[in-house]
């Protein structure tokens, strides 16, 4: 299983979409990472960035919810 931690909220929610675990961290200050995690992660990636095909509604529903989370952690730290 990979792990790796990333900023890039389209990026996390593509992931998300194909089924990775995410986990949204808050790293000090103003900057929220979020941990992804599971099999075949590198290869996930390199799908991102060669124009996948998604369910858009499905990707927008993961973009939210990361938008949720990182808002929530943000306002949490105040």
């Known amino acids: 299983?990979?792990?790796r931690e990333f900023t890039d909220t389209l990026l996390v929610s593509y992931?998300?979409?194909?089924?990775f675990s995410v986990f949204?961290?808050?790293?000090g200050g103003r900057l929220v990472i979020f941990i992804v995690s599971g099999k075949g992660l590198s290869e996930a990636?390199?799908?991102f960035y060669q124009n996948p095909s998604?369910?858009?509604l499905t990707f927008c529903e993961a973009?939210?919810?990361l938008?949720?989370?990182l808002f929530n952690?943000?306002?949490?730290r105040g």
């Open 73 to 76: 952690l943000k306002g949490a």
């Open 24 to 27: 949204p961290k808050n790293n």
């Open 1 to 3: 299983m990979e792990q």
């Open 67 to 69: 938008r949720s989370a």
């Open 15 to 19: 992931l998300q979409t194909r089924g």
């Open 63 to 65: 973009y939210r919810s």
């Open 54 to 56: 998604i369910p858009i």
């Open 45 to 47: 990636i390199e799908g």
